[in-house]
């Protein structure tokens, strides 16, 4: 996209804050709790992660090297910052980047030939064509600023490689004077995959003349198969959108498939062990989670679509059928007698827990621990209609809810990095730094009312038009109703330990429905809503429609965790 010359851009005054604006610099996070000493084995928690002929360390200090922050009501400012501390032989792929309204919470790989250290007969150290790193021709000037406030202005420099190797990041400075080609290495092209970005950092007013963003990078490929690393940099230029596969820097690549970095059998269990997060359910929660066996003890039948033919299934599900697609032949359904049905609908918290997968993420850089709870039944929705609360009778519920959350670990030291919540058909990622804890690093999650949705913090979320304030309650708040993850979960995959390390139930290769196919009349439901509203804020039943999720108006039967995307791909935000 650049060439070996950017011509500098300027923004106006108006596109930042005085020194006298800028929030005070953040200040680093750290857990609640130490880190415990965690069980010996491979290399997990080691500080260092061999990537095959690159070796990594994560470097999470750092000095300030500019500070910027926008106007227009917007009161967070930006840093930019130079990774320090490195260790000898490795050397700098880029700089880091963040809000300063967050705490000081991220980090930058830092790299060296893995061979540098055991030099064999004809091996190059040097920067001839074969070294895994070499260091930039030059730089490209991408943007800049002139201001003589805050230290001097910033620029922001485009590593140029050589031939055949990719940038990994950008380098940023306080005065005009090119970087010295020393201060970071570029990568060989075979050792690289594309990156793309994803949460954009800050964005220059839409009217400026020179418009500029900075966005965070991530491997446009992820997933438990995936071999890209995210490197920590950031990327910068104007009009980009997110999940933008971009050209001009790469991320690494980790070549070594054993995987030496992610945790062995016993590291898992000292995993949730000390994060296992404590799920609270709402006080009128009546629609309680229960273990898998306890549902099927209590009468779950499986239907089977050809005579619509129904049968018990035993305590294992070891009469479901097993693996396929989901064809709709098959589903699950509560029991037929209506006290049996009830007491089903209810759930039974004293035997909940929770299902584990555990799984490389980055290409073995972290471990994704993700946490499944299953509830018999998903209660109906409630409405918010501005400053009206209307509960449903049918809309929104389904037999078999399967909700999880997802820790984050870092497979250099061992430490809870991120947390998604699964929030319905979506969800997001929330930093430690932004969770409630209990007991010592185990976050707390908060499990919705009915939808069984996840949140960081007690509250009503709305799942609609939060502009109208019209959409579905998602209440959440703390009760006696809670599942204590840390000791009540039951670890049902890790594939990357091998072939029966872990053994799997036999329910989990069951990949059709866990209820059955409803198809809800919404027009009629809609028109009992409109019966409750003022005239002057009523709405047309198909506007009205389009305001809601689609799922609550009809829902083929739930599938299970290892039928859903995000047990082989990313989270899906």
């Known amino acids: 996209m650049f060439g070996g010359y950017c011509e500098c851009f300027c923004w106006s005054n108006q596109d930042f804050y005085d020194d006298d604006f800028y929030l005070p610099d953040p200040q680093p996070f750290s857990l609640p709790a130490p880190l415990p000493k965690w069980p010996q084995g491979q290399g997990f928690a080691a500080g260092r992660i061999n990537l095959g002929e690159i070796e990594v360390a994560k470097i999470t200090k750092f000095e300030s090297v500019w500070s910027c922050g926008l106007l227009r009501g917007k009161s967070k400012g930006v840093s930019f910052y130079r990774p320090v501390g490195i260790p000898e032989g490795f050397h700098c792929l880029g700089y880091y980047c963040q809000s300063n309204d967050q705490p000081l919470r991220g980090y930058v790989l830092v790299g060296c030939d893995s061979n540098a250290h055991k030099p064999e007969v004809g091996h190059i150290h040097d920067s001839e064509v074969d070294s895994p790193l070499r260091k930039p021709l030059n730089y490209s000037l991408i943007w800049g600023s002139n201001s003589e406030k805050n230290g001097g202005g910033g620029y922001f420099w485009l590593p140029n490689p050589p031939e055949g190797y990719k940038a990994m990041g950008i380098v940023v400075t306080n ?59 950031f990327y910068c230029n104007a009009y980009l959108s997110s999940d933008e596969v971009l050209t001009d820097i790469a991320c690494l690549k980790n070549l070594d498939h054993s995987q030496p970095a992610m945790p062995n059998l016993d590291q898992v269990h000292a995993l949730i062990k000390h994060y296992g997060p404590t799920v609270f359910f709402h006080p009128d929660e009546d629609c309680l989670p229960s273990s898998v066996q306890w549902f099927f003890k209590n009468g779950a039948l499986l239907y089977q679509n050809c005579g619509q033919k129904c049968e018990p299934i035993d305590l294992r599900g070891s009469n479901l059928p097993s693996g396929g697609e989901n064809d709709g032949e098959y589903w699950i359904d509560l029991p037929v007698d209506d006290a049996a049905r009830n007491d089903v609908i209810a759930g039974d918290l004293e035997s909940a827990e929770l299902y584990v997968h555990a799984k490389p993420a980055f290409g073995g850089t972290f471990t994704d621990i993700a946490m499944w709870i299953f509830c018999p039944f998903n209660g109906p929705a409630t409405l918010k209609i501005g400053l009206m609360t209307i509960p449903m009778t049918k809309i929104g519920q389904h037999v078999g809810d399967w909700e999880h959350y997802t820790l984050r670990v870092s497979n250099f030291t061992g430490e809870l990095w991120q947390v998604f919540f699964s929030e319905h058909s979506g969800g997001r990622w929330v930093d430690a730094s932004d969770l409630e804890f209990i007991e010592g690093n185990r976050p707390v999650v908060y499990s919705s ?14 799942q609609g038009s939060t502009k109208l304030g019209i959409g579905v309650r998602n209440d959440v708040a703390r009760s006696k109703y809670y599942v204590d993850s840390s000791l009540k979960y039951q670890l049902v995959a890790a594939e990357y330990l091998g072939d029966g390390v872990v053994t799997e139930p036999c329910w989990l290769q069951y990949m059709r429905e866990w209820g059955p196919t409803i198809v809800y009349d919404s027009r009629s439901e809609i028109d009992k ?17 389009d305001l809601f999720p689609t799922e609550l108006y009809g829902e083929e039967g739930p599938s299970g965790p290892k039928e859903k995307y995000n047990w082989v791909g990313d989270e899906i935000c």
């Open 529 to 545: 809503i409109l019966d409750h509203l003022p005239f002057f804020v009523r709405f047309s039943v198909e506007n009205l429609v």
């Open 175 to 233: 005065n005009p004077e090119e970087p010295k080609v020393e201060e970071v290495r570029c990568v060989r092209a075979d050792l690289t995959e594309r990156c793309e970005t994803s949460d954009r950092i800050i964005s220059s007013d839409s009217k400026s003349s020179n418009p500029f963003e900075v966005w965070n990078t991530r491997p446009h490929r992820r997933g438990m198969f995936a071999k890209g690393v995210s490197v920590g940099t």
């Open 449 to 462: 009312k009915h939808g069984h949705a996840s949140f960081p913090h007690p509250g009503t979320y709305l």
